[in-house]
């Protein structure tokens, strides 16, 4: 659920100009080309006397009283004027003083201004409050490239736009009388919300005269003086005469303790937003974001990448992506599910299934397990064909190809948004070497060919040696994961013996479905455990690795990190839907684990019913567990550091704490970034689309999920987190990559559920083949008349061997000893030439499952590919208009400096006139 924030814009109202000529260029006219864009503080509501970022730009007219209340907010030096741009934080007893004072004096060699305070709770702790100047930020925006505006947009339309603009300006005139979208942003909270409407260009100090300015310290915003105050700290020298730079490395070795810029304040206002207004950005962004009454609105986009940068701005653009594409899927599982519910009574099988009163099941464990009527699983066979009916097979196909189309149309998204974003022409910086590489082979050096300059180099030899360690490790990983899973296999054989025995009649009798309840439990504590020995072990392996720059490092642990929790989470599911009941044997010759347990069997219902709780009960698990540890433990940690305070300064006590203390107390962000964010939603992605057709309700419990995970993740980020550095970014990642594969994998785990786990094939070959319609080209419910009857086999109950026989004789159905039971299978009877031999059927069946894989695996693949091949990454009128806006870029650049010279030569004639005329 994003916000759409496409258009042009002036004020509140969308505005469409006259078109021009041939071109169909759309112009302001004059004095709207040279008004100057909106500043970012233009966000809060007009009059808004506490906005914090516009404060410094009173100072001139409102005298000493805005200065008072900057320095009882927090946000300022003590003299009021010098906005805190970036905090560090240090122990007085931490023995690296040395270390922090050179780091602090070539901090004021920059320019940056300082400033120190002591730590109201704990006298140990100092707070370094810095500030940079105008000249500091022009100086380093000009280096950093960063992007300002300069000219309001010139805007146009293709022709084929004019007849919908049209309609536009028609619906207009009727606005009032129509209903307001219960999605959208609340214009009335949120005034001039979409992005400014203004060509930007890399700042330049010389062509500063092109830039709109009205006020120096509102030029830059707070987290793009931020960055820029990163910026500089990541290149300050802390030992003089030595290459040791950076505040990364200060950090790793406990010089300081944290570093973050400051929120804009309190989350909370006394006041109503509605007759108030917004207190700051960050009360803003939890009134119409982070706050829960706001759920089903869209994000506030242009915003959250404002407050928090366009690296974690494209992160909640994507999951509302991906939240909003899973509207149709849900709706579409939900219609399969529904779809079952009203064909139930009509179902054949399950009928079938639920009159064969006749029909005695062979037991499904040794000894201990009764035999039983086919009839007690009536219920099984129901809720059977919720999941697997005659609409399973398109909902698979849909959900592959929707895979496809969510990915194809979130590039174009991306396209827009890092249009609307001023991503475009952006290109990440060099970046610099870890300071672990640099250690490691600071004595191997090489000339680097884009700067130029000497750098540690890594052979060719000692990567390859190491790659091969980590794979190793990987694998070594990998088999502990099976392993696991071989341990879940050996409590469900023997447990199912274990509850066949139970003295409770209800556990007794449903010995199969506890069996499978209780090791999707203790399945879900091993995974929640191998997590943490995971993460560990990838750490370790990324480490040995010695990646060179932050990014390599950051790709090596994701790709591990999601390999080893894609495994963990998925391999006792493959073995439900892939292997469980398939290696069985059959009675009389039952295969066995190590020669001593029986291998588990398929309810007579089938397997389907195992693998919907596999995944049903771990992803509601997972999800709830997840939601906990994101906002329920940052809860409670904050709540136990305000706790402790309150018992050091006593309850009746009430201090008010600068804002720079109440930042530190909140939790720090995590040191692996968005990556624990991303991960869930990813392998939630795996969940929705790998066995969706086993569970049609998967993507309907993923949409519920990340309704509530939006604005848990933003009220996480707003009153929970530390305020995050604001960072750039492109696209999404390597992550993208990995949602490609998670699509390909989907479509051919689809059609082995399809084929293998569910009875779809069987069905389908017994109406054509061997039904009552055979040769007749029908397969209605009326074809599927004895289906059940022969989809069962027949053995005779003498033949067990001595370890399975079991201990009834079966004369309680019929008042004397059994002779013959029925089993899954199509093989022949015990009188027949070749005693429990394959049938017919059966081979007509595996070869009817063999090419519905091929057929599916290669329709499905052919649609996937023609529909990228169809959509387009970049839409057309995006592309158009980033060439047009890109050649009247330069020739209003041209213009203007045209403008300035002719303007300069003007007056040195004046002067020169001037001159002449006072000559005596």
Known sequence: MEASSSGITNGKTKIFHPVAKDVNILFDELEAVNSPCKDDDSLLHPGNLTSTSDDASRLEAGGEAVPERNKSNGLYFRDGKGRIDYILVYRKSNPQTEKREVFERNIRAEGLQMEKESSLINSDIIFVKLHAPWEVLGRYAEQMNVRMPFRRKIYYLPRRYKFMSRIDKQISRFRRWLPKKPMRLDKETLPDLEENDCYTAPFSQQRIHHFIIHNKDTFFNNATRSRIVHHILQRIKYEEGKNKIGLNRLLTNGSYEAAFPLHEGSYRSKNSIRTHGAVNHRHLLYECWASWGVWYKYQPLDLVRRYFGEKIGLYFAWLGWYTGMLFPAAFIGLFVFLYGVTTLDHCQV???????????????????????????????????????????????????????????????????????????????????????????????????????????????????????????????????????????????????????????????????????????????????????????????????EQPRTESEWENSFTLKMFLFQFVNLNSSTFYIAFFLG???????????????????????????????????????????????????????????????????????????????????????????????????????????????????????????????????????????????????????????????????????????????????????????????????????????????????????????????????????????????????????????????????????????????????????????????????????????????????????????????????????????????????
């Not at 070497?433 to 090489?446: L, N, T």
């Open 350 to 544: 399950s009928k079938e299934v639920c009159q064969a009163t006749d029909i005695i099941m062979c037991p499904v464990c040794d000894k201990y397990c009764p035999f039983m009527r086919l009839s007690d699983s009536c219920v099984y066979a129901k809720v059977t064909h919720l999941f697997d009916n005659g609409a399973t097979v398109f909902f698979a196909v849909f959900m592959a190809v929707w895979a496809t189309v969510f990915l194809e149309f979130w590039k174009r998204r991306r396209a827009v948004i890092a249009y609307d974003w001023d991503l475009i022409d952006w290109e990440e910086e060099e970046e610099e070497i870890r300071p672990q590489f640099e250690a490691k082979y600071s004595k191997k050096e090489r000339m680097n060919p884009i700067s130029g300059k000497p750098e540690p180099y890594q052979a060719f030899a000692d990567k390859c040696s190491r790659l091969i360690v980590s794979a190793s490790g990987i694998f070594f990983m990998i088999c502990v994961v099976i392993a696991a899973v071989f341990g879940i296999v050996i409590y469900r054989v023997v447990t199912v013996s274990t509850f066949a025995a139970f003295k409770w009649a209800l556990i007794r009798n449903n010995s199969q479905v506890a069996t499978t309840g209780t090791a999707v439990c203790i399945n879900f504590c091993i995974i929640m455990l191998l997590n943490v020995l995971y993460e560990k072990v990838a750490l370790l392996l990324t480490n040995l």
């Open 582 to 920: 398939r290696f069985t044997g059959h009675p009389g010759a039952y295969l066995r684990l190590i020669n001593r347990w029986r291998l588990e069997e398929c309810h007579p219902s089938g397997c389907l019913i195992d693998l919907c709780m596999q995944m049903g009960i771990i992803m509601v698990l997972k999800q709830t567990w997840n939601n906990f540890m994101e906002l329920g433990y940052p809860l409670i940690q904050n709540w136990w550091t305000r706790r402790k305070v309150r018992q050091e300064h006593g309850p009746e006590r009430k201090i008010n704490f600068p804002q720079w203390e109440k930042d530190y107390n909140l939790q720090p962000m995590n040191a692996y970034g968005l990556f624990d964010e991303y991960l869930e939603m990813i392998l939630q992605f795996g969940f929705t689309t790998i066995f969706v057709a086993a569970f049609p309700l998967a993507p309907l419990l993923a949409l519920l999920n990340n309704i509530i995970e939006i604005r848990l993740d933003a009220y996480k980020f707003v009153t929970q987190w530390r305020r995050p550095l604001a960072s750039r970014a492109k696209d999404i990642g390597i992550w993208y990559g990995i949602l490609e594969g998670i699509g390909i994998l989907s479509v051919i785990t689809n059609a082995f559920v399809i084929a293998i786990t569910s009875d779809f094939i069987p069905r389908l070959v017994y109406a054509y083949k061997y039904g009552p319609c055979a040769g007749q080209g029908e397969a209605g419910q009326k074809c599927m008349v004895g289906y059940v009857n022969a989809s069962l086999s027949v053995f005779r109950i003498s033949d067990f061997e001595n370890r399975s026989e079991p201990e009834s004789d079966g004369s309680e159905f019929s008042g004397t000893p059994l002779k013959y039971c029925r089993y899954r299978d199509y093989r022949d009877p015990p009188h027949s030439l070749v005693p429990y031999g394959y049938t017919l059927q059966f081979w007509h069946v595996l070869a009817a499952r063999l090419a519905f894989i091929i057929v599916f695996e290669h329709l499905v693949f052919c649609i996937k590919h023609l529909i990228s091949y169809l959509i387009p990454d970049l839409p057309k009128d995006l592309r158009d208009r980033m060439r047009r806006e890109k050649y009247l870029i330069q020739e209003m650049m041209y213009e203007a400096e045209l403008e300035r010279l002719q303007k300069e030569r003007k007056e040195r004639k004046k002067n020169g006139k001037a001159q002449h005329n006072e000559w005596p």
